[in-house]
């Protein structure tokens, strides 16, 4: 199917491959190792097979994109949110008037956010980001584009990213803020080729939560909204303890007691269970480090 789009000049999406034979494949994940090992067996990334990721992350906030060909993209153009597609060099993000980024899990939360009186008041100086789970590239190069400095933005906004209180959470997380191993071939290739690497970490991402602090009054009382970790999720979380940055002297040890936290209570909780609190999931991000995200301004009185 690879030789077929390189000698046809087509390209196709993963998921176009996977739906040309589902019988043979069986599911989605085997077209993705198998891509990805000939991408690193021939030493090219897979764009140069042909094959392209399917575009799945969604942004929205005050933001324009200029494209190369001289046109543009308001972010605030779509209530629903924008599909986050391939950048091109010359493409650039007008971002004068962003004070934060905010990345979410999952799309139910992204959806509920735009949608919410809270996102009419602070649309105009945010940023709302979701890839849906997992980040595709895609999204990783767009944020990683929004979040780093630049002569025309020297000081970028901060980014903060919600995820569930699980061990794919943290996972996430961590594709986010220090990209995939998976994908290192990738940056090695086209910097070889073109003399500068792909980028998809987001290095300032802060990690605004769901944290067991959060859970405090369900681990404490009404135990509605935590579920236990299932036999796969504390395999998976055994095995992060021993990788960087969550193993013992590791880049990052809040994520790593937080992980033994879960295994220790064995629980986990997705972000929804925010919206069990009073006010909701809109009032609890306005109490997390409100000045630097910018809402006092806007509610100042409640604030007060």
Not at 192 to 221: D, K, N
Not at 262 to 285: C, D, F, P, T, V
Request: with cysteine; proline share 5%.
């Amino acid at each position: 199917m690879i030789h077929e789009t390189l000698t046809q000049s087509i390209v196709l999406t993963k998921r176009d491959l996977y739906y040309r034979d589902p019988a043979l494949f069986e599911n989605q994940e085997t077209v993705d190792r198998y891509v990805d090992s000939i991408a690193r067996t021939f030493g090219v990334t897979r764009s140069l097979l042909n094959i392209s990721a399917t575009a799945k992350g969604l942004v929205v906030g005050a933001f324009t994109l200029q494209r190369g060909d001289g046109t543009s993209i308001e972010g605030c153009s779509s209530r629903s949110g924008i599909l986050i597609t391939a950048l091109a060099p010359e493409d650039t993000i007008e971002m004068s008037m962003v004070r934060w980024i905010l990345v979410v899990e999952k799309d139910a939360t992204f959806r509920a956010l735009v949608e919410s009186p809270f996102w009419a008041e602070i649309s105009q100086e945010g940023m709302l980001i979701s890839a849906k789970g997992y980040p595709d590239i895609l999204t990783r190069q767009f944020l990683h584009l929004a979040s780093t400095p630049s002569p025309t933005r020297p000081n970028p906004p901060p980014v903060y990213g919600l995820f569930d209180y699980d061990p794919d959470g943290l996972a996430i997380l961590n594709t986010y803020k220090y990209s995939s191993a998976n994908l290192q071939h990738e940056s090695a290739v086209n910097g070889a080729a073109t003399g500068q690497l792909i980028a998809l970490e987001c290095s300032s991402m802060r990690w605004l939560g769901v944290r067991s602090s959060a859970l405090q009054p369900a681990i404490t009382g009404d135990q509605h909204g935590l579920l236990p970790l299932t036999p796969r999720d504390r395999r998976k979380a055994t095995l992060m303890l021993n990788r960087e940055p969550f193993c013992q002297g590791g880049s990052e040890p809040e994520w790593r007691r937080e992980l033994q936290k879960m295994l220790m209570l064995n629980i986990k909780a997705e972000i929804q269970i925010l919206e069990e609190r009073e006010g909701g999931l809109s009032e609890w991000l306005m109490e997390q480090e409100l000045g630097d995200l910018g809402f006092e301004s806007l509610f100042e009185d409640e604030v007060t």
